[in-house]
């Protein structure tokens, strides 16, 4: 599972957890939409492959950023940051063993 959040810019504070694909955008069909004129409609996808997470660019206008580099596609990391238009996103991969660990803890809040 995969928890993103977006740190800054538009969109600020909301948050997506996920466990196949999501596809950001400022688009009806995206599975985040954020209202960003700086964001393609959809403008990437992350997607999970067993433990690897990868972050893929939609041919958007303005691109993703990872590290401070322009990207098609990125493996991403526990805790990673990258910016897609103006705003600014994180990536918390949850290991199987611990989804039910982080229910329980959603549940006590």
Known sequence: ???????????????????????????????????????????AMISIHGSTVILEDLNSTNGVIVNGKKVEKAKLKDGEEFTAGDSVFRVNIIAPQDISYTRILKAKR
Do not use: A, C, W, Y
Not at 11 to 36: A, C
């Open 1 to 43: 599972m995969v928890i993103l959040t977006i740190l800054d810019g538009p969109g600020k504070g909301m948050v997506n957890e996920f466990q196949q694909v999501l596809v950001i955008g400022r688009g009806e069909g995206s599975d985040m939409q954020i209202e960003n004129p700086s964001l393609s409609r959809k403008h």
